[in-house]
């Protein structure tokens, strides 16, 4: 049902799917502008569109959805995001205070473990010192997801609403910042690698900016320390029995510089969120797979990717070896851990799965955007995210 638009149209070809039409156009060359008549059918369209030029002219794409739109379970999305506020919020409590349960190198202490039970048991009274972390690191990880789901909505992409995943710092204390994350599930391919693109760096880029803003208005609060034995220029958080240093990537240098200048800096915990921001915004942005990455990757240089993907995933190998010998053994099986992890969802593939029409160019328009966010993954890259001294 094309609603009165076939005669602007030199050809079209239709995809339809469980939830939706997509009809594929090119338009005539008297229409292209477009002209006032197509601009009427347009309007009459019971969906989006979007124009796309190619070789052999300028396409139009519309997209409508079929059915009743699927109802959501909004109650079950409320309840585990306010659950994961309150993790995070008690992890924030125990970072602020300096308390976490930690012994070298990131093993449980459990004396620490029964005291922070007996502190949590005896009520809420812990926990505003942490309500700013929490504030900034839900506010990050609601923008990325929602920048995920906002996009793929207009598309007319049938996304479920984020998921929170709450770790209590009590029970998992070695995840001490309360959560696992966030994500959104996108239930049905994507049409084209201009949708795509949007889709993949929309969470990104919206979860960076609200990570900036925490990241600087928490330097601010921060306290550059002299740090006798240790290397200028780093990051510190205190556990309950010894120091833990945070790497640094070239924006977090450039932001550090211009905030606090030189020297060693004891985390503000909302400078912590900061960083946690911006590192799970790097990782993300790994060209790999169905990661933010490997979708953006994927737009730009279309099937290659798997090739590049599969260089990349040796890199996060090599990696290991590579800094494990100076940071030790835990910052080498991090990424090697991450790089089974992405094995792992990605059901044994590294390359990105194939979508409805992959022969699609994406337009010029947003190679920039491509190339960008694929910058932004550099000058957030955190070759070893922490290490002890």
Do not use: K
């Amino acid at each position: 049902m094309l609603n009165g638009l076939t005669p602007y149209l030199r050809w079209w070809r239709t995809i339809v799917t469980r939830d939706r039409e997509v009809v594929e156009a090119v338009v005539d060359a008297a229409h292209t502008g477009p002209s006032a008549d197509l601009q009427a059918a347009l309007a009459a369209w019971p969906g989006l569109h979007y124009w796309s030029n190619d070789v052999d002219g300028r396409r139009l794409v519309l997209i409508r959805r079929l059915g009743s739109p699927q109802r959501e379970r909004w109650w079950l999305h409320g309840i585990l995001f306010l659950v994961t506020f309150l993790t995070v919020w008690m992890g924030g409590a125990y970072l602020a205070n300096g308390s976490l349960p930690l012994d070298f190198p990131l093993l449980l202490n459990w004396a620490r473990v029964t005291e922070l039970f007996d502190t949590w048991s005896g009520g809420l009274a812990f926990l505003p010192p942490g309500l700013d972390f929490a504030m900034a690191l839900m506010a990050i990880l609601l923008a990325h997801e929602s920048g995920h789901y906002l996009r793929a909505r207009w598309y007319g992409i049938n996304a479920s609403p984020p998921y929170f995943l709450p770790a209590p710092p009590p029970l998992l204390p070695i995840f001490f910042i309360g959560t696992f994350g966030a994500f959104i599930r996108l239930r049905h391919p994507v049409v084209d690698r201009r949708q795509l693109m949007d889709v993949g760096a929309a969470g990104p880029w919206a979860g960076f900016v609200i990570a900036m803003v925490a990241l600087i208005v928490g330097l601010q609060r921060s306290h550059v320390m002299p740090e006798v034995g240790a290397p200028s220029d780093q990051y510190i958080l205190l556990a309950a029995n010894y120091r833990m240093y945070l790497g640094s990537s070239l924006l977090m240098d450039l932001v550090r510089e211009w905030v606090v200048g030189e020297g060693t800096v004891l985390l503000h915990p909302l400078a912590f969120a900061g960083w946690i921001g911006l590192f799970v915004t790097m990782l993300n942005l790994l060209p790999l797979g169905q990661l933010d990455g490997g979708h953006v990757l994927y737009s730009l240089v279309g099937e290659r990717q798997s090739v590049l993907s599969a260089l990349a995933w040796v890199g996060l190998i090599v990696l290991g070896f590579v800094v494990g010998r100076e940071a030790g053994a835990l910052t080498a099986w991090f990424w090697w851990t991450w790089a089974v992890v992405i094995v792992i969802f990605g059901r044994g593939r590294l390359g990105h799965p194939s979508i409805l029409d992959r022969h699609r160019p994406l337009p010029a328009s947003r190679h920039a955007l491509g190339w960008v966010t694929m910058g932004l993954f550099v000058a957030t890259f955190v070759p070893v995210p922490v290490y002890y001294l």
